[in-house]
T-cell receptor
Framework: GAVVSQHPSWVICKSGTSVKIECRSLDFQATTMFWYRQFPKQSLMLMATSNEGSKATYEQGVEKDKFLINHASLTLSTLTVTSAHPEDSSFYIC????????????FGPGTRLTVL | GQNIDQPTEMTATEGAIVQINCTYQTSGFNGLFWYQQHAGEAPTFLSYNVLDGLEEKGRFSSFLSRSKGYSYLLLKELQMKDSASYLCAPLDSNYQLIWGAGTKLIIKP
């Protein structure tokens, strides 16, 4: 149980285009979803936290107009990187929490974004 | 501030035992997770401790001392597939995971 999927697994796009990444909890309802970014050999960096039906809470330094997050249902959240630039190239990982006592997070497999 | 301290890298031999230590400082505390992350992959859950003491799960055990802000992950009977980064992540008062850079574990034959 507690499976989270992400799509696509990897994407290459041109600078200036927008990319949408989907995160789905397949066998549980996720009250909260998290979006992380990880650069090579660095720790996970939380970008934003989203609860179903409400606006995402962005971490300091993360541009909410550039990284659009939609959490339309209890099983789906999307991250759209708008007007992507080469510096946005990174490994984007989502996680979902069913809202148990200790807020365990189940991670998706990640999406490797390369912006040319 | 919030801080996680783990060794950057450790090396161990196949079949041996290794202990990865973690000290932390957080605003409040609601438990601590250990995750395993292979290169190029997302983290996978290993353990969760909220009370002091040792939690054993197969070849992996995790220990917590809340008063000392200290945890360790113990890996026994090491296998080559255990080569990965191990992330210590406490939950703060807002139930937010605090991530460090992790410990890269290298297993040699």
């Amino acid at each position: 149980g507690a499976v989270v999927s992400q799509h696509p697994s990897w994407v290459i796009c041109k600078s200036g285009t927008s990319v949408k990444i989907e995160c789905r909890s397949l066998d549980f309802q996720a009250t909260t979803m998290f979006w992380y970014r990880q650069f090579p050999k660095q720790s996970l960096m939380l970008m934003a936290t989203s609860n179903e039906g409400s606006k995402a809470t962005y971490e300091q330094g993360v541009e909410k107009d550039k990284f659009l997050i939609n959490h339309a249902s209890l099983t789906l959240s999307t991250l759209t990187v708008t007007s992507a630039h080469p510096e946005d190239s990174s490994f984007y990982i989502c996680s979902a929490s069913p809202g148990t006592d200790h807020n365990e997070q189940f991670f998706g497999p990640g999406t490797r974004l390369t912006v040319l | 501030g919030q801080n996680i301290d783990q060794p950057t890298e450790m090396t161990a031999t196949e079949g041996a035992i290794v202990q990865i230590n973690c000290t932390y400082q957080t605003s409040g505390f609601n438990g601590l997770f250990w995750y395993q992350q292979h290169a190029g992959e997302a983290p996978t859950f290993l353990s969760y401790n909220v009370l002091d003491g040792l939690e054993e799960k197969g070849r992996f055990s995790s220990f917590l001392s809340r008063s000392k802000g200290y945890s360790y992950l113990l890996l026994k009977e090491l296998q080559m597939k255990d080569s990965a980064s191990y992330l210590c992540a406490p939950l703060d008062s807002n139930y937010q995971l605090i991530w460090g850079a992790g410990t890269k574990l290298i297993i040699k034959p």
